[in-house]
C-alpha cells in the first residue's frame, strides 16, 4: 500500500515574544537562558526599589507578595513613586500602579486566599476576568494575561 504523510497541523496562534507562528512564548527559541542561582548584583536600571510609609503596602493580585514600590527615572516622571509585582521571571503578573493613583478600594491588606495560576502559553501569571453575558455571567475566571 502506498502510504501518504501525515498533514502538518497549521498553526494559528502566535508566540508572544518573536510573533512567529508554531509555538508558545514557554517553547520560543529565541528565549534567553534564565540566570544561575548564584548571586549576581542587580544590573543599574532606570528604577529604585524603595521602602517607603508615605504610602500604603498592599499585596499584589497575583498572590507574589507585597507589592514593590519603585521610582520611576524617566524623563517624563522622573522621582514618581509606583508599585510593581514582586514576582520574578514567569510569576511576575505585570501590575503597575503609580502610588499617588492607588484608592482606598484598590489597597490589598492581606494576601490573596490563593496564588493565581501562569498561563500555559508562557506569558506570566493569569488575570482574573468576569464573565459578562450568558449562563454565566458575573462569574469570575483566570484567563491569559496577554490575549
Not at 86 to 93: A, I, L, T, V
Not at 114 to 135: D, Y
Request: with cysteine; glycine share 8%; proline share 11%.
Amino acid at each position: 500500500p502506498i502510504q501518504t504523510p501525515i498533514e502538518k497541523h497549521n498553526f494559528t496562534y502566535l508566540c508572544y515574544r518573536c510573533n512567529k507562528p508554531g509555538h508558545f512564548i514557554k517553547d520560543c527559541p529565541e528565549t534567553t537562558p534564565k540566570r544561575s542561582s548564584i548571586f549576581q548584583p542587580p544590573p543599574s536600571s532606570s528604577t529604585t526599589t524603595i521602602i517607603n510609609p508615605e504610602f500604603p503596602t498592599t499585596h499584589c493580585r497575583c498572590g507574589a507578595g507585597l507589592c514593590e514600590i519603585r521610582v520611576s527615572n524617566s524623563s517624563s516622571n522622573p522621582g514618581r513613586k509606583y508599585y510593581r509585582c514582586p514576582g520574578k521571571y514567569d510569576k511576575h503578573c505585570g501590575y503597575f500602579k503609580w502610588c499617588d493613583m492607588l484608592r482606598e478600594g484598590e489597597i490589598r491588606r492581606s494576601q490573596p486566599e490563593f496564588n493565581f495560576p501562569t498561563c500555559l502559553c508562557g506569558a506570566g501569571v493569569c488575570t482574573v476576568r468576569v464573565e459578562e453575558s450568558g449562563p454565566n455571567a458575573g462569574r469570575r475566571y483566570f484567563a491569559c494575561p496577554i490575549r
